[in-house]
T-cell receptor, first 111, second 113 residues
Framework: SQQGEEDPQALSIQEGENATMNCSYK?????LQWYRQNSGRGLVHLIL?????REKHSGRLRVTLDTSKKSSSLLITASRAADTASYFC???????????FGTGTRLTVIP | EAQVTQNPRYLITVTGKKLTVTCSQN?????MSWYRQDPGLGLRQIYY???????DKGDVPEGYKVSRKEKRNFPLILESPSPNQTSLYFC????????????FGSGTQLSVL
């Protein structure tokens, strides 16, 4: 399967701390995307990083991509209770016609 | 407001009773897709469409049908639902396929008894 694997499966932190989630994948990619899902609702796009990029920022989000290790990380700085959600990576694999989603990391931010 | 609209939000049905979940987007997107989400399995693609009259199978197409007669609509049809199709379903769209973010609908929670 080309599906990404997020690590850890669940993460619980205090408000104000940083949260780091990792994603590993198996094949070469064109880009990798991160999405957020609030409890049973639709996913919301957070950030897209292309295969020739190594790092990208958006507000409190920082994404890194290491294509040699086939891995990516999502860092959320100064977390807030409202960041509580599940986070998914999705890979646009070379030669494929669809995005492959991982199983997600469930983040809980304790006020 | 740009959005992907799915209906219904919740659906309970019985085995074998045909049903349709509708999906509509108002962004003139070419690419549309259906996913199902199950605990521990993440999101798996059922079918996708690159444009009108162009559809293709995803990872788990068995038991599902789709059609794309108009650019804005992409209904998901279950001809004879079975309990293993109980799941949370999402429709998504993007302007083009590559290098584009997906916009997701709010989801349809389907229970097949």
């Amino acid at each position: 399967s080309q599906q990404g694997e997020e690590d850890p499966q669940a993460l619980s932190i205090q408000e104000g701390e940083n949260a780091t989630m990792n994603c590993s994948y198996k094949t070469s990619i064109n880009n990798l995307q991160w999405y957020r899902q609030n409890s049973g609702r639709g996913l919301v796009h957070l950030i897209l990083i292309r295969s020739n990029e190594r790092e990208k920022h958006s507000g409190r989000l920082r994404v890194t991509l290491d294509t040699s290790k086939k891995s990516s990380s999502l860092l959320i700085t100064a977390s807030r209770a409202a960041d509580t959600a599940s986070y998914f990576c999705a890979t646009d694999a070379t030669g494929a016609n669809n995005l492959f989603f991982g199983t997600g990391t469930r983040l809980t931010v304790i006020p | 407001e740009a959005q992907v609209t799915q209906n219904p939000r919740y659906l309970i049905t019985v085995t074998g009773k045909k049903l349709t979940v509708t999906c509509s987007q108002n962004m003139n997107h070419e690419y549309m897709s259906w996913y199902r989400q199950d605990p521990g399995l993440g999101l798996r693609q059922i079918y996708y469409s690159m444009n009108v009259e162009v559809t293709d199978k995803g990872d788990v197409p068995e038991g599902y049908k789709v059609s794309r007669k108009e650019k804005r609509n992409f209904p998901l049809i279950l001809e004879s639902p079975s309990p293993n199709q109980t799941s949370l379903y999402f429709c998504a769209s993007s302007a083009l396929y590559r290098d584009e973010k997906l916009f997701f609908g709010s989801g349809t929670q389907l229970s097949v008894l």
